[in-house]
């Protein structure tokens, strides 16, 4: 399964980081998630079903920026 992490400039709270995790949760085809508040990031594990650029565009819609870390 594809992974993927998206840095988020706006997360500053745990409501926030909370929030990202309902959102991340709440997809389909995203088996696991996690949000680190710290680094501002959030590890997605997901299907092939998905594409990290429509996990963006779901995280933009509920108000937080995402961008893809490319390694």
Not at 2 to 23: K, N, S
Not at 27 to 44: G, H, I, M, R, Y
């Amino acid at each position: 399964m594809p992974e993927t992490i998206f840095h988020l400039p706006g997360l500053r709270t745990q409501d926030d980081a909370d929030a990202v995790m309902f959102e991340l949760q709440d997809l389909p085809c995203v088996s696991q998630a996690d949000v680190n508040l710290a680094e501002q990031t959030a590890w997605v594990n997901h299907t092939g079903m998905i594409s990290p650029e429509d996990i963006a565009a779901a995280l933009a819609e509920a108000g937080y920026e995402a961008h893809i870390n490319h390694p």
